[in-house]
């Protein structure tokens, strides 16, 4: 399993992460010393979460939001699946700022990913204000032929939406 | 439900006007529709777009509306959702022979209502996500499926019931996958199972009791008393480390120890109560310690043989009871599993799969206790050694009958909550799990479904259906859910006290050697809740107490074998299960299996005076022998000697 790693770099009063790897029991968590206003992480690299991984991320996470303003970015499927399952993976002050949809053409035997991006195609609940996705459920892709249908159960996947 | 207009409705009327405002009734409803004039306009329409349900006419031009939805059946290669409508056919047996071959959702007769096909959609189409949650029905029906497939449904799940469990490890050992297993107790405690290459390779739970030492003593490698001074040493390194290092220990033992603690633990997890749950499939290198996937297979026999309700059985299975039982894909005439003490028990069931039994006809024979028939059932499922039939059996009235008035016996005078307890649904059991549940007796309790049966079958089915429709109302309005989940937790709080209390005399007068006083408060126990592992253990140890050297036969050394091997594999490493196991070994005569038990119980226990007193009158009894034996081979020698 790849290693959990971390690259970081400031920006002013942000700070911005890049996560690979496994978010596992080995992995450890970045510490914040800077005095900054923001987080941002990108997500994408991260290939697997288990259990222990969850659990450290809830214990960092939750104290991290109620200092910064803290931006996921490109979460792949498994880091949703957490963010539906796990009360505390998502904590208040912490947005989603985009997210992959993974999408299966059984022709091709091939996987893609879309990118939803907030506000262009989706927005979470926020108050008074409801949430919103758009999603196609079957895509084909210029560059290859096959349809490609999407590979997860909306309902479940975009729960954290909360769209009815 | 989250994204109706992905929903695509085929509406297929030749009369335009009702056709077209089908449509617009429909659409302003949130779904998507297709319209068909005609039967070929409908087929192309299916062909070419992603329909997932279907109106249809029972009168169109050159084909009827049965024969259509036949067709678009055999085109998609499955059944679609639909719901007949017809102005012309009205009688019931038209309406009963065009819902059995189309296997339609419903009929309506025009004028109808367009409300009444809104609902039957969105019931539909609401179940439909559900249904797709239900991956666990799609890989038990399905003979072929893909790994990918097999892999897809199980990350498709959202919640799981802790009893499912054994499936979804036994579906992902079988799929050799590789992933982690993550499951969200309903406390929010997280725990997780890693799985490389179908093995077991690292099992995650909130258990801070280690069996690791216990395990070592238990298995021969390291003695009790040796254990002692590790056990409570102040060191950051491991106990089987420690052990290792002190030369008390071979290397090769801590692996097998810590993947018989990790099957332990598997096996806590095996509960009634429902965890939400993701599979995150990744890439992880088998390796050791593992779970390997001959040994899971005999942990999988033991959580089904010991863990798992028969109420809770017969709700999983209700819905399957007239589906016949077929080979699935790992199915061979002659394998292990056969011999497994579950299966051997159903003499004869190998035969009978693929011969068009059902689990309903299993139970008719009267061969097999129903309890039994579920375990074995489960455990050829788990194994993928058979599939259910999509094919369901010709309603059997007599069968239907017979369920229906035990089903009224079981809930008269019962309330709401405790009817849908009985129907095997866990008291915090979510919303979502209410509805399925109420979904599934509808199958088979709903008057649509046995129209033309016996008056006195369709009188009963509309009563006790009226029941559970009544019940279904109440338990899923939140307030009186939660307030009678409120009154029953302070309820059960008490019963646990007054439990416990009562199984605390009992021990002691038991300990006293005053039997009947002990059997008395045991059978109270059992009258104020389910009885535990450790109560079983207590009316063997009784059991076995009246039983004298040389009375113990073999039915009786079978069916006490049989009861403990119901004990729940992590229960038995206690020194109650030890102590009562060694009475058993004494009284087959396995005397050295007898004093090992007795001793176990003894590390584990050391003040248990009883397991005591059993190794000093097994340690007399053998020098008895000895002396016997040496006194008896000194005569011998003395009449050689003088005889000759």
Redesign the interface.
Same mark, same amino acid.
């Given at each position: 399993?790849a290693v959990f790693q971390v690259q970081k770099k400031v920006d002013g009063d942000l700070v911005h992460f890049e996560f690979s790897g %496994?978010l596992d #029991?080995d992995a450890k968590l970045p510490v914040i010393t800077e005095k900054i206003r923001e987080v941002h992480i990108d997500l994408r690299q991260l290939?697997?979460?288990? /259990?222990?991984g969850?659990?450290e991320w809830v214990k960092w996470i939750q104290p991290l939001s109620q200092t910064y303003e803290v931006h996921f970015h490109c979460c792949p499927k498994?880091v949703i699946?957490?963010v539906?399952? $796990? /009360?505390?993976f998502l904590p208040k002050n912490v947005y989603v700022e985009s997210f992959y949809v993974p999408y299966y053409c059984e022709e091709n035997d091939a996987d893609r990913s879309i990118l939803l991006e907030r506000e262009r195609d989706f927005r979470q609940p926020m108050g008074s204000n409801p949430g919103f996705v758009n999603f196609q #459920?079957?895509m084909t892709f210029d560059d290859v032929g096959g349809e490609y249908e999407i590979? $997860?159960? /909306?309902?479940?996947y975009?729960k954290f939406l909360k $769209? %009815? | 439900m989250s994204n109706k207009n992905a929903v695509k409705i085929l509406v297929a009327e030749d009369d335009e006007g009702l056709g077209s405002s089908l449509c617009e009734a429909v659409s302003r409803h949130g779904y998507t529709t297709l319209y068909a004039t005609n039967a070929q306009e409908a087929l192309t329409l299916v062909r070419t777009q992603a329909v997932q349900g279907a109106i249809i006419d029972c009168m169109l031009p050159k084909m009827n509306g049965v024969e259509l939805s036949l067709k678009i059946e055999e085109q998609l290669g499955h059944k679609l959702p639909t719901v007949l409508i017809s102005g012309i056919f009205k009688d019931r047996s038209f309406v009963r022979d065009a819902l059995k071959q189309s296997n339609a959702l419903t009929f309506l007769s025009k004028p109808f209502e367009v409300k009444e096909i809104l609902d039957v959609l969105d019931q539909t189409f609401d179940r439909k996500e559900e249904v797709i949650q239900d991956a666990i029905y799609t890989i038990i029906s399905n003979n072929k499926p893909t790994k990918r497939e097999i892999i897809k449904s199980i990350e498709g799940l959202e919640r799981v019931h802790g009893f499912e469990l054994p499936l979804i490890y036994a579906f992902l050992v079988h799929a050799k996958a590789g992933g982690h297993l993550n499951i969200v107790n309903e406390k929010g405690e997280v725990s997780g199972i890693s799985f490389g290459e179908g093995t077991v390779v690292h099992v995650d739970i909130k258990d801070e009791r280690s069996f690791l030492g216990q395990l070592l003593v238990e298995q021969g490698y390291v003695s009790h008393s040796d254990l002692v001074d590790f056990t409570f040493e102040a060191s950051q390194l491991p106990l089987g480390e420690r052990l290792i290092q002190a030369n008390l220990l071979s290397p090769h033992a801590v692996p097998i120890a810590l993947a018989e603690q990790m099957a332990i633990r598997l096996g806590r997890i095996v509960l009634d109560t429902t965890y939400q749950m993701n599979f995150s499939p990744t890439k992880i290198e088998p390796k050791v310690p593992c779970i390997s996937e001959m040994a899971f297979t005999s942990y999988l026999h033991d959580w089904i043989n010991s863990k798992i309700s028969t109420v809770w059985f017969r709700s999983f299975f209700r819905s399957w009871l007239d589906h016949r039982i077929d080979a699935g894909p790992q199915f061979e005439k002659v394998h292990s599993l056969w011999a497994s003490p579950v299966l051997s028990q159903m003499e004869g069931v190998r035969d009978l799969v693929s011969s068009g039994t059902t689990i309903q006809s299993l139970i008719d024979m009267g061969q097999y206790s129903e309890d039994l028939i579920y375990k074995s059932v489960y455990l050829l499922l788990a194994k993928r050694f058979v599939v259910f039939s999509d094919n369901v059996s010709k309603v059997d009235y007599r069968n239907h009958l017979a369920r229906v008035k035990k089903l009224t016996q079981d809930v008269e005078g019962k309330n709401h909550f405790e009817i849908f307890e009985i129907l095997g649904i866990n008291r915090n059991a979510r919303e979502h799990e209410i509805h399925k549940a109420y979904r599934e007796i509808s199958k088979f309790l709903h008057p649509d479904k046995i129209v033309g049966a016996p008056k006195e079958v369709q009188e009963l089915t509309g009563n006790i259906f009226a029941k559970v429709t009544a019940a279904y109302k109440v338990i899923t309005n939140p307030e009186q859910r939660a307030k009678y989940i409120d009154e029953l937790g302070a309820k059960e709080a008490k019963s646990q006290m007054k439990y416990e209390g009562i199984l605390d005399q009992g021990k002691d007068f038991l300990k006293k050697g005053r039997i009947q006083e002990a059997l008395q408060c045991f059978s109270d126990a059992e009258k104020v809740m389910e009885s535990t592992s450790e109560l079983k253990l207590l009316l063997l140890w009784i059991k076995m107490k009246g039983i004298k050297e040389g009375q113990m036969n073999s039915v009786l050394s079978d069916s006490i074998e049989k009861e403990l091997s119901a004990i729940p594999p992590e229960d038995r490493h206690a020194a109650v299960y030890y102590f009562v196991k060694g009475l058993y070994k004494r009284l087959v005569g396995d005397y050295e299996l007898a004093r090992r038990n007795f001793e176990l119980a003894i590390s584990d226990d050391p003040s248990m005076i009883e397991a005591k007193r059993e190794l000093n009158l097994i340690t007399l009894k053998s020098s008895q022998e000895g002396t016997r034996t040496g006194i008896t081979s000194i005569f011998n020698s003395i009449v050689k000697r003088f005889g000759s």
């Amino acid at each position: 399993m790849a290693v959990f790693q971390v690259q970081k770099k400031v920006d002013g009063d942000l700070v911005h992460f890049e996560f690979s790897g %496994s978010l596992d #029991e080995d992995a450890k968590l970045p510490v914040i010393t800077e005095k900054i206003r923001e987080v941002h992480i990108d997500l994408r690299q991260l290939k697997t979460i288990n /259990s222990c991984g969850i659990r450290e991320w809830v214990k960092w996470i939750q104290p991290l939001s109620q200092t910064y303003e803290v931006h996921f970015h490109c979460c792949p499927k498994i880091v949703i699946d957490q963010v539906n399952m $796990v /009360s505390g993976f998502l904590p208040k002050n912490v947005y989603v700022e985009s997210f992959y949809v993974p999408y299966y053409c059984e022709e091709n035997d091939a996987d893609r990913s879309i990118l939803l991006e907030r506000e262009r195609d989706f927005r979470q609940p926020m108050g008074s204000n409801p949430g919103f996705v758009n999603f196609q #459920e079957t895509m084909t892709f210029d560059d290859v032929g096959g349809e490609y249908e999407i590979d $997860v159960i /909306s309902a479940k996947y975009f729960k954290f939406l909360k $769209v %009815s | 439900m989250s994204n109706k207009n992905a929903v695509k409705i085929l509406v297929a009327e030749d009369d335009e006007g009702l056709g077209s405002s089908l449509c617009e009734a429909v659409s302003r409803h949130g779904y998507t529709t297709l319209y068909a004039t005609n039967a070929q306009e409908a087929l192309t329409l299916v062909r070419t777009q992603a329909v997932q349900g279907a109106i249809i006419d029972c009168m169109l031009p050159k084909m009827n509306g049965v024969e259509l939805s036949l067709k678009i059946e055999e085109q998609l290669g499955h059944k679609l959702p639909t719901v007949l409508i017809s102005g012309i056919f009205k009688d019931r047996s038209f309406v009963r022979d065009a819902l059995k071959q189309s296997n339609a959702l419903t009929f309506l007769s025009k004028p109808f209502e367009v409300k009444e096909i809104l609902d039957v959609l969105d019931q539909t189409f609401d179940r439909k996500e559900e249904v797709i949650q239900d991956a666990i029905y799609t890989i038990i029906s399905n003979n072929k499926p893909t790994k990918r497939e097999i892999i897809k449904s199980i990350e498709g799940l959202e919640r799981v019931h802790g009893f499912e469990l054994p499936l979804i490890y036994a579906f992902l050992v079988h799929a050799k996958a590789g992933g982690h297993l993550n499951i969200v107790n309903e406390k929010g405690e997280v725990s997780g199972i890693s799985f490389g290459e179908g093995t077991v390779v690292h099992v995650d739970i909130k258990d801070e009791r280690s069996f690791l030492g216990q395990l070592l003593v238990e298995q021969g490698y390291v003695s009790h008393s040796d254990l002692v001074d590790f056990t409570f040493e102040a060191s950051q390194l491991p106990l089987g480390e420690r052990l290792i290092q002190a030369n008390l220990l071979s290397p090769h033992a801590v692996p097998i120890a810590l993947a018989e603690q990790m099957a332990i633990r598997l096996g806590r997890i095996v509960l009634d109560t429902t965890y939400q749950m993701n599979f995150s499939p990744t890439k992880i290198e088998p390796k050791v310690p593992c779970i390997s996937e001959m040994a899971f297979t005999s942990y999988l026999h033991d959580w089904i043989n010991s863990k798992i309700s028969t109420v809770w059985f017969r709700s999983f299975f209700r819905s399957w009871l007239d589906h016949r039982i077929d080979a699935g894909p790992q199915f061979e005439k002659v394998h292990s599993l056969w011999a497994s003490p579950v299966l051997s028990q159903m003499e004869g069931v190998r035969d009978l799969v693929s011969s068009g039994t059902t689990i309903q006809s299993l139970i008719d024979m009267g061969q097999y206790s129903e309890d039994l028939i579920y375990k074995s059932v489960y455990l050829l499922l788990a194994k993928r050694f058979v599939v259910f039939s999509d094919n369901v059996s010709k309603v059997d009235y007599r069968n239907h009958l017979a369920r229906v008035k035990k089903l009224t016996q079981d809930v008269e005078g019962k309330n709401h909550f405790e009817i849908f307890e009985i129907l095997g649904i866990n008291r915090n059991a979510r919303e979502h799990e209410i509805h399925k549940a109420y979904r599934e007796i509808s199958k088979f309790l709903h008057p649509d479904k046995i129209v033309g049966a016996p008056k006195e079958v369709q009188e009963l089915t509309g009563n006790i259906f009226a029941k559970v429709t009544a019940a279904y109302k109440v338990i899923t309005n939140p307030e009186q859910r939660a307030k009678y989940i409120d009154e029953l937790g302070a309820k059960e709080a008490k019963s646990q006290m007054k439990y416990e209390g009562i199984l605390d005399q009992g021990k002691d007068f038991l300990k006293k050697g005053r039997i009947q006083e002990a059997l008395q408060c045991f059978s109270d126990a059992e009258k104020v809740m389910e009885s535990t592992s450790e109560l079983k253990l207590l009316l063997l140890w009784i059991k076995m107490k009246g039983i004298k050297e040389g009375q113990m036969n073999s039915v009786l050394s079978d069916s006490i074998e049989k009861e403990l091997s119901a004990i729940p594999p992590e229960d038995r490493h206690a020194a109650v299960y030890y102590f009562v196991k060694g009475l058993y070994k004494r009284l087959v005569g396995d005397y050295e299996l007898a004093r090992r038990n007795f001793e176990l119980a003894i590390s584990d226990d050391p003040s248990m005076i009883e397991a005591k007193r059993e190794l000093n009158l097994i340690t007399l009894k053998s020098s008895q022998e000895g002396t016997r034996t040496g006194i008896t081979s000194i005569f011998n020698s003395i009449v050689k000697r003088f005889g000759s």
